[in-house]
């Protein structure tokens, strides 16, 4: 009997590319999208981003034509409490998230793992540029960078349990991304050409903000602008617009450039200050997982990344506790951030990571 696949497809090239790859392994496969909100939740007022209408409707056509069945399965519910509402929730408390992280972990690797085990499918795959090897000697499944390193998503997965490791694929991790168009293009997909999705899908235009307050139904208070002595410097829009590093918006005239540096919702203050107050050496994370190790037993040198697009940096990591880790990088590092993953790399391999508090 062949093995069984659920495929998450989110409409995109990838993902489309990764059912035809393992349709052509022989796999029985069954597409699935998962919707994740209804437009009145985020404020949305056209279909964008992924999970739209229009995304829908161009993976039941891959589908369709790679003669699979195809499903939308509603995760409404879920996306809200763990997704949507940590969003909020993180930046009332002065931290800034990555929602995308949380995403994977409690949608697609939690729920939608679920379901595909309850179905009796032997794997879930998406369309992520990453690998994945067992290693026999540690008797551990390893999470590694893609080949392609400009498309890769290894950052985002730090999350997945051994388990989780065990009973997913990602057929695009070997690939360039020029090979997987490529691919789609000959298998003439609607979507061979559609542009990468950047923004978080339930932000319309950008505006985290304009998000929360729509969300909450709450108008967030003004508040000081204070300097690193706690001199008032001017008025802030609420603390839900600011970030760790942001300079533009601020509406404060200054001889130098003025950074955000703290946001204190216990005071309800923005802590701005010079470009070289953002530097700092040390960070503390919890909620942590580990891939390559059950725990790390001593200080080990490691590369470690503190967000998306930054290039990992090298650091000292000492495991303080069952969940937690402190970091001290070679070189101080520029905003660190409350609320960002961070995630910690061994070469190519995925040591794991956790949030940066």
């Known amino acids: 009997m062949n093995k069984k696949a659920l495929i998450a497809m989110s409409g995109g090239v990838d993902s489309s590319v990764a059912a035809y790859l393992m349709k052509e392994q022989g796999y029985d496969c069954i597409g699935a999208t998962m919707k994740l909100f209804h437009n009145e939740d985020a404020g949305v007022s056209r279909e964008r981003s992924c999970c739209s209408l229009d995304d829908v409707e161009d993976a039941r056509r891959v589908a369709y034509a790679l003669k699979i069945p195809y499903y939308v399965l509603n995760f409404t519910a879920r996306f809200r409490e763990d997704v949507m509402g940590r969003f909020v929730a993180a930046y009332e408390s002065g931290a800034t998230p990555n929602p995308c992280i949380d995403c994977n972990r409690y949608l697609k690797f939690e729920t939608l793992f679920r379901r595909a085990k309850e179905l009796g499918y032997d794997f879930v795959v998406t369309g992520h540029y990453v690998r994945t090897v067992y290693d026999s000697e540690r008797g551990r499944y390893l999470l590694k960078k893609a080949l392609d390193e400009t498309k890769d998503q290894s950052y985002v997965l730090y999350a997945m349990t051994q388990e989780q490791l065990a009973h997913t694929q990602f057929p695009l991790g070997a690939l360039q991304k020029s090979q997987v168009r490529a691919i789609a293009e000959q298998c003439g997909f609607v979507n061979a050409k559609k542009q990468d999705s950047q923004d978080i899908c339930f932000v319309q235009d950008g505006s985290y903000a304009d998000f929360i307050e729509q969300y909450t139904g709450k108008t967030y208070p003004t508040g000081n602008f204070i300097d690193q002595s706690g001199t008032i410097l001017g008025t ?34 923005v802590m701005l200050g010079p470009s070289d107050a953002l530097y700092t050496k040390t960070l503390t994370a919890n909620h942590i997982n580990l891939i390559s190790v059950d725990n790390l037993e001593s200080p080990t040198h490691l590369k470690a990344k503190i967000r998306y697009q930054q290039t990992e940096q090298p650091a000292t990591v000492v495991q303080t506790g069952s969940d937690t880790l402190t970091v001290t990088f070679d070189e101080p590092q520029r905003a660190i951030t409350k609320g960002q993953a961070l995630v910690l790399y061994d070469g190519d391999t995925v040591v794991g990571g956790g949030t940066i508090i």
Not at 239 to 267: F, K, M, W
């Open 236 to 269: 802030h829009k609420g603390i839900i617009h600011y970030t760790i590093g942001q300079r533009r918006g601020l509406g404060i005239s200054s001889a130098q450039p003025l950074y955000v540096t703290a946001v204190n919702p216990e005071d309800n203050t």
